[in-house]
T-cell receptor
Framework: AQKITQTQPGMFVQEKEAVTLDCTYDTSDPSYGLFWYKQPSSGEMIFLIYQGSYDQQNATEGRYSLNFQKARKSANLVISASQLGDSAMYFCAMRGNRDDKIIFGKGTRLHILP | DTAVSQTPKYLVTQMGNDKSIKCEQNLGHDTMYWYKQDSKKFLKIMFSYNNKELIINETVPNRFSPKSPDKAHLNLHINSLELGDSAVYFC??????????????FGQGTRLTVV
């Protein structure tokens, strides 16, 4: 069975600092995709970044990067130079190649302090 | 243009009523989903459809019945609503290329409150 684990229910980070949000996963699928979503207080789900299991390089999208360590089954999100607007819930998600199911972790609530 | 739109955004209803939530996507995607987000923000998949065909049914009570008239629409009908059904329901769509970089695009959510 597939599983996503986010062990940090909440984090407080000073503005302009870098922050790492942890995500570990478990799957028996030979190939899979890993995603991060942001959910601000307004409630919408915003796609941030994707990493494929066979990608050789870690994904980057602006201030977001994904620290993918396949052997450890981890896919941590790194946000550089955090901003007040980064305060939100962050979800790690995974999609296997056997079905179209996208499963989510329980999320990490990130608070950026001025 | 809204990529994935669901209506209504808010729904307040009494226990025992039947209600529907509509979802439409204009992205040309093959796969659509319904997710339930509870008060602790946990997102749980309920259903997945691919080209109008039910693919995933995650042991959801049969009071919940999805209907996909075409691949651009996936509606959710809920019978005999219970207090525990109160949650935010998200519709999402994605291209059906399994395991590839096909993220899901989400609607804005429907906050259902059963009183």
């Amino acid at each position: 069975a597939q599983k996503i684990t986010q062990t940090q229910p909440g984090m407080f980070v000073q503005e302009k600092e870098a922050v790492t949000l942890d995500c570990t996963y478990d799957t028996s699928d030979p190939s899979y995709g890993l995603f991060w979503y942001k959910q601000p207080s307004s409630g919408e789900m915003i796609f941030l970044i994707y990493q494929g299991s066979y990608d050789q390089q870690n994904a980057t999208e602006g201030r977001y990067s994904l620290n993918f360590q396949k052997a450890r089954k981890s896919a941590n999100l790194v946000i550089s130079a955090s901003q007040l607007g980064d305060s939100a819930m962050y979800f790690c998600a995974m999609r296997g190649n056997r079905d179209d199911k996208i499963i989510f972790g329980k999320g990490t609530r990130l608070h950026i302090l001025p | 243009d809204t990529a994935v739109s669901q209506t209504p955004k808010y729904l307040v209803t009494q226990m025992g009523n039947d209600k529907s939530i509509k979802c439409e996507q204009n992205l040309g995607h093959d796969t659509m989903y319904w997710y339930k987000q509870d008060s602790k923000k946990f997102l749980k998949i309920m259903f997945s459809y691919n080209n109008k065909e039910l693919i995933i049914n995650e042991t959801v009570p049969n009071r919940f019945s999805p209907k996909s008239p075409d691949k651009a629409h996936l509606n959710l009908h809920i019978n005999s609503l219970e207090l525990g059904d109160s949650a935010v329901y998200f519709c999402a769509s994605s291209q059906g290329n399994r395991g590839l970089n096909t993220e899901a695009f989400f609607g804005q959510g429907t906050r259902l409150t059963v009183v």
